[in-house]
T-cell receptor, first 117, second 114 residues
Framework: AQKVTQAQTEISVVEKEDVTLDCVYE???????LFWYKQPPSGELVFLIR??????QNEISGRYSWNFQKSTSSFNFTITASQVVDSAVYFC??????????????FGQGTRLTINP | KAGVTQTPRYLIKTRGQQVTLSCSPI?????VSWYQQTPGQGLQFLFE???????NKGNFPGRFSGRQFSNSRSEMNVSTLELGDSALYLC?????????????FGNGTRLTVT
């Protein structure tokens, strides 16, 4: 069965601090995809990144970086020099390729990140 | 390019009633998925439609149903509403179906059942 765990329910830091959001997943598939989404107060989920199970390269996009480690089944997200605009709920999600060829995201419970000025 | 549009934004219904939510995907997107978000259960997959066919369905009772039209617009219906159906219902679209396709979400419809 597929499962995503985000152990950190809430994180609060002061602006300009670095912060890492943890994500651990479980799957029996060898082919799967991992995602991070951001949910601001307006409600919509904003797509941040997708990683497939065969690509363990870390990725950096501006102040955002992602560390994917299959050995520990983790896909962690780091924000460098955090800003107040980064305040949101962040979700990690998993999609298995064997799922009847359809899309079905399994989400973690989310981490509420608050950046204080 | 317009994003995913969901209507209405807010709904208040009484237990036992039924409700229909609407979703217009991004132009050119043929896959539409629905998710329910509650404080207790988090984000849960309801169903996905692609080319007017339901591709997958989550673990929800038969009171939850949906459909997709030839222009890719989608509706979901909940009959015999229960208090526990109060939630934010999110619609998402993507160009194609398949596990690796990133989903683009709308702002959601917040349903309150009293």
């Amino acid at each position: 069965a597929q499962k995503v765990t985000q152990a950190q329910t809430e994180i609060s830091v002061v602006e300009k601090e670095d912060v890492t959001l943890d994500c651990v997943y479980e799957t029996r598939d060898t082919t799967y995809y991992l995602f991070w989404y951001k949910q601001p107060p307006s409600g919509e989920l904003v797509f941040l990144i997708r990683r497939n199970s065969f690509d363990e390269q870390n990725e950096i996009s501006g102040r955002y970086s992602w560390n994917f480690q299959k050995s520990t089944s983790s896909f962690n997200f780091t924000i460098t020099a955090s800003q107040v605009v980064d305040s949101a709920v962040y979700f990690c999600a998993l999609s298995e390729a064997s799922g009847q060829g359809a899309q079905k995201l399994v989400f973690g419970q989310g981490t509420r990140l608050t950046i204080n000025p | 390019k317009a994003g995913v549009t969901q209507t209405p934004r807010y709904l208040i219904k009484t237990r036992g009633q039924q409700v229909t939510l609407s979703c217009s995907p991004i132009s050119g997107h043929r896959s539409v998925s629905w998710y329910q978000q509650t404080p207790g259960q988090g984000l849960q997959f309801l169903f996905e439609y692609f080319s007017e066919t339901q591709r997958n369905k989550g673990n929800f009772p038969g009171r939850f149903s949906g459909r997709q039209f030839s222009n890719s617009r989608s509706e979901m219906n909940v009959s015999t509403l229960e208090l526990g159906d109060s939630a934010l219902y999110l619609c998402a679209s993507s160009f194609r179906t398949g596990a690796g396709s990133p989903l683009h979400f709308g702002n959601g419809t917040r349903l309150t059942v009293t």
